[in-house]
């Protein structure tokens, strides 16, 4: 396990459009380890979303190779792509895009759902407790849209990782929240990581969240500027 | 429960005016199309029964030129054995059946038939003072006459007795000769022999032709009249499936060497006039339903756009096509399966408080439309709606499968 890279970006590239040709993103390659708690910074427009959404298997690359736990995404057919995504990859998105026909619960199980059909009873269990850790359990049953904007992100969360997926992108899952908001969904991705290995990539604007991971990678004019690990004062 | 069909449910339901206006939509199509086809349905019915109900469907003669060996017969337990002599013809004697009984037999046990009726017809004359009128002499066994042609439900005066020297006619040939309940009346047949009958009923089948020419009488007397004793000339019969006359009288025609008749090749142009409407019955609930479809489908093509985040979500979560696809899928059926049960609980409700309209109308009597429920058109009318909202679907839900999930999150 530890010796494959769960992300593996080779010389990627991405180029949008074909009449009017934007090239997004330049020769991008590094890679990111089981367990990883990485950053993506960079100015508005500079491809970090694209970047995310190619790891996240959402977006094809124009050039070369991109890699999750060794698959090779290119040789993968639609089918096989959402093979790909429910086995590896949870989202969390800036707008917490949160179903809202349906409970914080029923948002959980929904990975599962979507896997197989009716959730297990164990799976239920996993689900609820991901929902005790991020603070709402209580909440379980209130529908999406009736719980506040944090809660909805911590939700999100928790849905990210049913299903114990190894790879957690998530694309300013801050960027809507105030501070305090902030810090505690920050706290809870970060416990997810110490506690149960899990890889996290996140774009975020935000340079004070950024150190306080342990990596970053930022992305200017669609290449990797830099790419350093973040010293902790212990 | 499968989870497309929990979020299809869970977006009908949070669809709510939507929803609603679109099973409305549809309950109203197979609403007017149960309603125009058991109107349409009703008056064909009261068309068949007035016509075709007072006369054979199937009907068996003597064929002139049958060779005398040719046929079969039939034994009392079934057995057919060779026809030999059922049809005589000779110079001047009328083409005859002779065997009758066990063919009779035969047929009653056909599964296909439901009515076996021999008779005796043939031409002569009512003579009343220095009056003559031309009749024909209707011969019948009565109990099974009158599942042919009931005329005992049909007497305007008198009772339907034709027993003895009894009989029974028409109220046309009453009015052209004053006849009046047990009058006495002289008859001659077309042999020359002469009867003498005492009306014991007279009756009205709405059909001048009979009103005036037929004569009711026992199949002995007619018998008696056309020097046909121990023969028949025909046998009328009805049938299980009106429509089956044509096949069910070819095959009574080559298994027995008789002619056979059908009222379908007898009654051409109502056939024809039955048929245009079946037609413009077809074509109205086929544009009905397909402005159901259109309904649906645009009904669909919103949600889709409505719900393409969350479909971007799903995708993102690694949802297949299949899912996606069936989401949509399920809600066109959801829709055409409630929207044909209001549907059917509106058309139905409708045709029934027409039907409770007293009155009178050429086909249902009592009743001032012409309207009758038959279930099979509300099953048909139940089936398209759902198997419509299914077709409708598939372009929408098609759509929802190809939406690029980069884009709807990007974006929103
Ligand atoms: N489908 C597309 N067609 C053409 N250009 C696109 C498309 N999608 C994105 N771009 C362009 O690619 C560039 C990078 O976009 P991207 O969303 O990855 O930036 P970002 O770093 O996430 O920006 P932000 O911080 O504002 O979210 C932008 O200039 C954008 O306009
Ligand atoms: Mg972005």
Not at chain 1, 11 to 37: C, N
Not at chain 1, 102 to 124: C, I
Not at chain 2, 216 to 239: C, D, F, W
Not at chain 2, 344 to 365: E, K, R
Request: proline share 4%.
């Amino acid at each position: 396990m530890a010796d494959t890279p769960i992300v593996q970006m080779e010389k990627v590239g991405k180029v949008y459009g074909t009449k009017i040709q934007t090239r997004v993103l330049t020769d991008v390659t590094f890679t990111v380890q089981q367990g990883e708690f990485a950053a993506i910074i960079g100015p508005s427009g500079s491809g970090k979303s694209t970047l995310l959404n190619l790891i996240g298997a959402l977006d094809k690359p124009t050039e070369g190779a991109v890699k999750i736990g060794g698959e090779t995404l290119s040789g993968l057919d639609d089918e096989g792509l959402a093979r790909l995504r429910r086995r590896y990859l949870g989202f969390i998105f800036q707008f917490h895009y949160l179903l809202p026909d349906f409970t914080a619960l029923e948002n959980v199980l929904m990975p599962f759902s979507v896997a197989h059909g009716a959730p297990t009873r164990q799976e239920r269990k996993e689900a609820i407790e991901l929902l005790e850790r991020v603070g709402l359990k209580d909440r379980m049953n209130n529908r999406a849209t009736d719980i506040s904007g944090g809660q909805q992100q911590r939700v999100a969360i928790a849905r990210a990782l049913a299903g114990r997926k190894p790879l957690v992108l998530a694309d300013e899952p801050t960027g809507n929240l105030d501070t305090e908001n902030s810090n505690e969904v920050f706290a809870l991705m970060r416990d997810f990581n110490l506690k149960d290995g899990t890889t996290f990539l996140i774009v975020t604007h935000d340079p004070n969240l950024a150190e306080r991971t342990d990596r970053i990678i930022s992305v200017i004019d669609g290449r990797i500027a830099h790419d350093v690990p973040v010293a902790h004062p212990k | 429960m499968r989870f497309e069909v929990s979020i299809a449910l869970r977006y009908f339901r949070s669809g709510g005016m939507q929803s609603v206006l679109t099973i409305l939509g549809v309950s109203v199509g197979v609403a007017v199309s149960i309603f125009i086809a058991c109107l349409i349905g009703g008056v064909q019915e009261g068309l068949i029964t007035r016509i075709i109900g007072s006369l054979a469907a199937v009907s068996l003669e003597p064929k002139e030129s049958v060779p005398r060996s040719m046929g079969k017969v039939f034994s009392a337990d079934g057995k057919e054995s060779l026809l030999l002599e059922r049809v005589e013809k000779s110079g001047q004697r009328a083409a005859r059946i002779g065997e009758w009984k066990p063919l009779v037999e035969h047929l009653d046990r056909d599964p296909a038939i439901t009515v076996v009726s021999p008779t005796a017809s043939g031409a002569g004359f009512v003579i009343k003072g220095n009056q003559v009128l031309p009749i024909t002499f209707r011969g019948v066994i009565p109990e099974r006459a009158n599942k042919i042609t009931d005329l005992r439900t049909r007497m305007v005066a008198g009772i339907y007795d034709v027993s003895g020297q009894n009989c029974v006619v028409g109220v046309e040939l009453a009015k052209e000769l004053g006849i009046s309940l047990k009058d006495k009346i002289r008859t001659r047949s077309g042999k020359g022999v002469e009867l003498v009958f005492t009306v014991m009923g007279i009756f009205d089948v709405g059909i001048n032709e009979i009103n005036l020419r037929s004569f009711y009488v026992s199949l002995t007397n007619a018998q008696r009249l056309l020097e046909l004793v121990g023969y028949i000339n025909a046998i009328e019969m009805k049938v299980l499936e009106i429509y089956e006359a044509n096949t069910i009288a070819d095959r009574l025609g080559a298994v027995t060497g008789l002619k056979s008749q059908s009222w379908m090749r007898q009654q051409k142009e109502f056939l024809s006039a039955i048929q245009a409407q079946n037609g413009s019955n077809a074509l109205i609930r086929t544009f009905m339903m397909l402005a159901v479809a259109f309904g649906i489908a645009s009904v669909l093509v919103v949600s889709v756009v409505q719900k393409s985040r969350e479909i971007g979500i799903l995708k993102s979560m690694g949802a297949r096509t299949r899912s996606i696809m069936l989401i949509f899928m399920i809600q066109g059926l959801l829709t055409g399966l409630i929207g044909s049960l209001v549907g059917t609980a509106f058309g139905v409700s409708l045709c029934w408080a027409l039907m409770q309209i007293p009155g009178d109308n050429m086909t249902s009597p009592g009743q001032l439309f012409p309207i009758k429920i038959i279930p099979l058109y509300i099953i048909q009318a139940i089936v398209a709606a759902v198997v419509v909202g299914v077709v409708a679907s598939i372009a929408p839900a098609r759509r929802a499968a190809k939406l690029d999930p980069v884009e709807v999150i990007r974006y929103g």
